[in-house]
């Protein structure tokens, strides 16, 4: 199995002066999902190179022990200073793709015309794509083949609005998640706030948060091997 993990490039939350990025758990979970289970992983970004890691996702609370692995593996900290640009990337050649989240997608693979094109054409080509916490509304502009929004009548799910709110960031972020979901004509479902919560439909996986991450991965492998057994 090959799996793309694409990450943000952006590292500024809004005019507030502080920095942002990925969430290192939504990274780091999923990762070691992966390569746990033979995957080949490629880590790409909109300006490839090494992307911005959102400084808090880092503090003692958010550690967790897939953290302290990741910082700890060489190899693949290797791979996250060289992450591959975005737009030289053939999703054909992956059976999956994996969006972490953190706040950075919000502003730029929200709004990156190479990220909605490969999202539409690894769905329409059958390649799973799984996405949690807020890379769900990454999905904001990514249409079906009759120019639909593709989360149109979809069962997904992302960051709650009282989850931002838990942040202090309602009013930083260029859009909320749950809202842009719902405005689109998601079918948008949500677990208590902070708790793992992941939504499958068809082939589009969506997490709630960053503890749903290690779950949407696992949600991911499983269904890229019922497909290969089909």
Not at 65 to 83: G, I, P, S, V, Y
Not at 171 to 182: A, G, H, Q
Request: proline share 6%.
């Amino acid at each position: 199995m090959k799996v793309l993990m694409v990450l943000t490039s952006h590292d500024t939350l809004g005019s507030t002066g502080r920095k942002t990025g990925f969430w290192l758990e939504e990274l780091a979970a999923p990762y070691f999902r992966f390569k746990d289970s033979g995957a080949d992983i490629v880590l790409a970004s909109p300006l490839g190179g090494r992307p911005p890691l959102d400084p808090k996702s880092n503090e003692p609370d958010f550690q967790t022990a897939d953290t302290h692995r990741f910082e700890a593996d060489e190899a693949a900290n290797a791979q996250l200073a060289n992450t591959v640009v975005l737009s030289s990337v053939d999703v054909t050649e992956f059976d999956a793709v994996f969006y972490p989240g953190g706040h950075g997608p919000l502003w730029d693979l929200a709004e990156d015309r190479t990220s909605k094109a490969l999202i539409e054409h690894a769905l329409r080509q059958q390649i799973p794509v799984a996405l949690v916490c807020h890379a769900p509304g990454v999905l904001r502009h990514v249409t079906n083949s009759d120019g639909r929004p593709l989360v149109e009548g979809r069962k997904v799910t992302g960051f709650t609005n009282t989850e931002e709110e838990g942040v202090g960031l309602t009013d930083v972020v260029p859009f909320l998640v749950e809202d842009e979901l719902v405005r689109l004509g998601g079918d948008y479902s949500k677990g208590v706030d902070w708790d793992s919560y992941v939504v499958k439909d068809g082939i589009l996986i969506t997490g709630q948060n960053p503890n749903s991450s290690a779950a949407a991965a696992t949600e991911l492998i499983e269904l890229v091997e019922e497909r290969a057994k089909a």
